[in-house]
């Protein structure tokens, strides 16, 4: 059954642009970049790269960045802009030898990602030790909302999301902008035990502010986003 990334990944290439969404570009991208700029690794992989926006941001600061995504279309508008290397492939099954990369970006991909245990464990595999694995994820109370809460419009005009099913697992459908894909809504304690189990520790936890745009002043009341950087010991 199809994710919805083929037929949405034209919309999603528009909806990016060379910038990125509000969320990339002033909220994530900055701390993002600080963590792997003290890191300072040889060889990163982006995990589920899509059109390999932030593999051409990472091209000038890292020797080598190779970027996967399962979607052909996105891939293919990457390996054209170029900045890294680019290959067709899941997260579940990343095609490279054991330790062969210093840190693994997954940058707003898990939420995306069928088997997140899996890919977790063959993120283990392909890191160094002593390797780190970087994500941004939405915070799930987030997915929660979208998929099966119920939205109220308060006589002011703002929305307010209810949350519903937290603590289970479930994939959903988002729709935007001619955009629409599958996504998958898991509570923190999912991430946190999977990745414990995977063999991982945590080094870092942060949910960083928007630092501009228009929709700053909102999001920093309530922030949908968080980064969380673990080490493969």
Not at 13 to 26: E, K, L, N, P
Not at 30 to 42: G, T, V
Not at 59 to 75: F, K
């Amino acid at each position: 059954m199809s994710d919805g990334w083929d037929a949405s990944a034209e919309a999603w290439i528009t909806s990016q642009g060379a910038d990125g969404d509000f969320s990339r570009q002033h909220v994530l991208d900055a701390p993002m970049l600080d963590r792997i700029q003290a890191a300072m690794p040889k060889a990163i992989l982006d995990l589920g790269c899509g059109e390999g926006r932030f593999c051409r941001r990472l091209a000038p600061l890292v020797e080598r960045v190779v970027g996967i995504d399962p979607t052909e279309p996105l891939i293919s508008h990457a390996q054209a802009l170029g900045g890294a290397d680019y290959v067709i492939a899941g997260a579940e099954n990343i095609p490279f030898a054991d330790h062969s990369f210093d840190m693994i970006v997954s940058y707003l991909s898990m939420i995306d990602i069928p088997d997140v245990p899996r890919a977790l464990q063959d993120c283990h595999r392909v890191l160094r030790p002593g390797g780190r694995l970087l994500i941004a994820n939405l915070n799930p109370w987030t997915t929660a909302s979208q998929a099966h809460g119920y939205p109220e419009v308060k006589p002011d005009g703002t929305t307010t999301l209810i949350m519903d099913r937290y603590l289970n697992c479930f994939a959903s459908w988002a729709e935007w902008s001619d955009i629409r894909i599958q996504n998958w809504h898991r509570p923190l304690s999912f991430y946190m035990q999977t990745l414990l189990t995977a063999g991982f520790q945590l080094t870092h936890f942060d949910e960083p502010k928007a630092t501009g745009g228009a929709r700053a002043e909102s999001y920093n009341r309530a922030p949908y986003l968080h980064i969380m950087e673990w080490q493969r010991p």
